[in-house]
């Protein structure tokens, strides 16, 4: 069977879907391959869109949630977008890569590459299945106006109310949950973890991450948990942010910390924590889910992520860090307050998907043998 997963860069959430669902039917026996559209038809294009977004998140985070929040409500600002992203120019760049490539089933990992695929079919050049992912706690903007995508992957069933509202047939979604790679599914012994990591095994680990970039306030976030008076060690990932890294190693903090930039121990790390503090990015709350991990969330951008929050608080998987609930009394609440970690780790196993992965792969594949 010859699966496409179609990605855009705009972030790294997309792609790390893509990459989770690749291995997946990877092991499973699928001839997969990855295209990122944006990339494929021209690397200006590809830069304008991801250089954009993270132009946008970082320095316009207002306005970009204000907008978010507007193509939400309003069909006109998605139909200037839509104009904006020129589908139909789009399309026709790619008719001939399917054309050429022939696949079988077509997985696709953002909304904008859902449009375009469904201008192609629509115009006569698709014919075969597409499964769209969504990749956070909410229905993004457009999926609404992608009827030729015979399937949707939400993060949960309680999405269902907003989808139909929005016009979404319930026959066409798929609440399989957010698929993060395999290794997220399997939890290992916390003191064991630890002790590959170079932790001290008895003592009480936080987790602090921001991203694949490091956003987030995490130079403010360690220096209050730190001033906290106890006895906690901290494990900081940068991710790409090296100024951040470099910030970090300058503190004077009484607690030990443990600074790692880029890593691919990501899952081992949230095995040895006890709970993490991150933004509400959809991919690391749905690891965090997956390895049954209490979160406290930061700094999230507006828009999606102000979704994700939301979804998360009110599950009581998280507890959110506002200008009237500090990141310090955030951790005090979780580790200090007898019974809470468990009453959280209870709300996470409601609503967490380990399987997810596995679950869109099998879908996939049984879909491949019927048609």
Same mark, same amino acid.
């Given at each position: 069977?010859?699966?496409?997963?179609?990605?855009?860069?705009?972030?790294?959430?997309?792609?790390?879907?893509?990459?989770?669902?690749?291995?997946?039917?990877?092991?499973?026996?699928?001839?997969?391959?990855?295209?990122?559209?944006?990339?494929?038809?021209?690397?200006?294009?590809?830069?304008?869109?991801?250089?954009?977004?993270?132009?946008?998140?970082?320095?316009?985070?207002?306005?970009?949630?204000?907008?978010?929040?507007?193509?939400?409500?309003?069909?006109?600002?998605?139909?200037?977008?839509?104009?904006?992203?020129?589908?139909?120019?789009?399309?026709?760049?790619?008719?001939?890569?399917?054309?050429?490539?022939?696949?079988?089933?077509?997985?696709?990992?953002?909304?904008?590459?859902?449009?375009?695929?469904?201008?192609?079919?629509?115009?006569?050049?698709l014919a075969v299945p597409m499964m769209g992912i969504i990749t956070d706690y909410c229905i993004h903007p457009f999926w609404e106006e992608v009827p030729s995508v015979e399937y949707i992957v939400t993060a949960n069933t309680s999405f269902a109310y907003t989808a139909e509202h929005r016009g979404i047939s319930?026959?066409?979604?798929?609440?399989?949950?957010?698929?993060?790679?395999?290794?997220?599914?399997?939890?290992?012994?916390?003191?064991?973890?630890?002790?590959?990591?170079?932790?001290? #095994?008895?003592?009480?680990?936080?987790?602090?991450?921001?991203?694949?970039?490091?956003?987030?306030?995490?130079?403010?976030?360690?220096?209050?948990?730190?001033?906290?008076?106890?006895?906690?060690?901290?494990?900081?990932?940068?991710?790409?942010?090296?100024?951040?890294?470099?910030?970090?190693?300058?503190?004077?903090?009484?607690?030990?910390?443990?600074?790692?930039?880029?890593?691919?121990?990501?899952?081992?790390?949230?095995?040895?924590?006890?709970?993490?503090?991150?933004?509400?990015?959809?991919?690391?709350?749905? #690891?965090?889910?997956?390895?049954?991990?209490?979160?406290?969330?930061?700094?999230?951008?507006?828009?999606?992520?102000?979704?994700?929050?939301?979804?998360l608080l009110n599950s009581g998987a998280a507890v959110l860090v506002n200008k009237y609930f500090s990141v310090a009394e955030a951790i005090h609440y979780i580790l200090e307050t007898p019974g809470r970690l468990a009453l959280m780790r209870e709300a996470i196993a409601l609503i967490a998907h380990p399987d997810?992965?596995?679950?869109?792969?099998?879908?996939?594949?049984?879909?491949?043998?019927?048609?």
């Amino acid at each position: 069977m010859r699966v496409l997963i179609l990605t855009v860069t705009a972030g790294n959430g997309h792609n790390s879907t893509a990459t989770a669902v690749e291995e997946s039917l990877r092991t499973r026996g699928a001839d997969v391959s990855v295209l990122d559209m944006y990339k494929y038809i021209s690397r200006v294009l590809y830069n304008v869109v991801d250089k954009g977004y993270l132009f946008s998140v970082k320095h316009m985070p207002r306005q970009f949630g204000r907008a978010y929040s507007t193509m939400e409500r309003y069909e006109t600002p998605r139909k200037i977008v839509g104009l904006l992203n020129d589908n139909r120019f789009i399309a026709s760049r790619l008719a001939g890569f399917f054309k050429d490539y022939s696949p079988d089933l077509i997985v696709i990992t953002h909304v904008f590459g859902a449009q375009v695929l469904d201008v192609l079919k629509r115009q006569g050049h698709l014919a075969v299945p597409m499964m769209g992912i969504i990749t956070d706690y909410c229905i993004h903007p457009f999926w609404e106006e992608v009827p030729s995508v015979e399937y949707i992957v939400t993060a949960n069933t309680s999405f269902a109310y907003t989808a139909e509202h929005r016009g979404i047939s319930p026959d066409r979604l798929l609440p399989f949950g957010i698929p993060v790679a395999e290794r997220f599914s399997k939890k290992r012994d916390q003191k064991e973890a630890r002790r590959q990591l170079g932790l001290d #095994e008895d003592q009480t680990t936080i987790l602090i991450m921001g991203g694949s970039m490091g956003h987030g306030d995490m130079l403010r976030n360690v220096a209050r948990i730190d001033a906290m008076d106890r006895n906690y060690q901290l494990v900081c990932i940068c991710g790409n942010n090296k100024r951040l890294y470099r910030r970090l190693g300058m503190l004077k903090t009484i607690n030990p910390i443990h600074l790692k930039g880029f890593t691919n121990q990501v899952d081992l790390y949230m095995d040895a924590a006890d709970c993490i503090v991150t933004k509400p990015g959809g991919l690391t709350t749905s #690891e965090s889910l997956a390895k049954g991990l209490p979160m406290v969330l930061s700094s999230p951008i507006p828009g999606q992520e102000d979704r994700n929050a939301s979804f998360l608080l009110n599950s009581g998987a998280a507890v959110l860090v506002n200008k009237y609930f500090s990141v310090a009394e955030a951790i005090h609440y979780i580790l200090e307050t007898p019974g809470r970690l468990a009453l959280m780790r209870e709300a996470i196993a409601l609503i967490a998907h380990p399987d997810a992965v596995e679950r869109i792969s099998q879908f996939v594949l049984q879909l491949g043998r019927h048609d």
